[in-house]
């Protein structure tokens, strides 16, 4: 029965969901608890895959820095904003230079970092949703300790 309206749904087209279409139509199926669309970890989720998205469809155009929101203009500058305070943004490059956020500012420990603690909470939060043992159970302590040793590295 469940693995029959799991089936159904997948027909119907929820193949060419998001990621957030996915889980939100594996939750309805399954009559479980719906994520909160407002509220962490699904707010950080949707900003990671917008990250992700900017850096994997960039396309190369001309760039000018708006005064206004404090950041370069394009689709992956406009992240700026929304990540500050979600992990450390360096305000220049290395030769201290101000350039956009996106490749160029984004990428750090503290991004990948900020990355791996997101994606693991999504993953946690929608397996409980489940009632379900979480996938990243197999590899918590590898990414516990990974973050535990960053964390040392950045200090």
């Known amino acids: ?3 029959e309206r799991i089936a159904a749904m997948w027909k119907s087209g929820a193949d060419r969901l998001s ?3 996915k889980a939100q139509a594996l939750l309805a199926a ?3 608890e719906p994520l909160g669309r407002g509220a ?6 949707r900003l990671l895959i917008q990250m992700r998205n900017a850096l994997a469809h960039a396309k190369s155009e001309p760039h000018e820095y708006d005064e206004d929101q404090e950041c370069w ?48 909470a999504f993953i946690d939060d929608l397996y409980a949703r489940l009632g379900a043992k979480s996938s990243v ?10 973050l535990e040793g960053g964390s040392r590295r950045a200090e």
């Not at 962490?40 to 989720?45: F, G, I, K, T």
């Open 1 to 3: 029965m469940l693995l």
């Open 19 to 21: 990621v957030e279409g």
């Open 30 to 32: 399954l009559q479980a």
């Open 40 to 45: 962490a970890p699904l707010q950080d989720a």
């Open 73 to 120: 203009d394009g689709p992956g500058n406009r992240l700026e904003p929304k990540l500050r305070g979600k992990y450390p943004i360096p305000d220049t490059d290395d030769l201290g230079a101000k350039m956009p956020f996106l490749p160029h500012r984004a990428f750090s420990f503290g991004c990948a970092e900020w990355a791996l603690r997101t994606a693991v």
């Open 137 to 146: 159970d197999g590899i918590r302590q590898i990414v516990k300790e990974a």
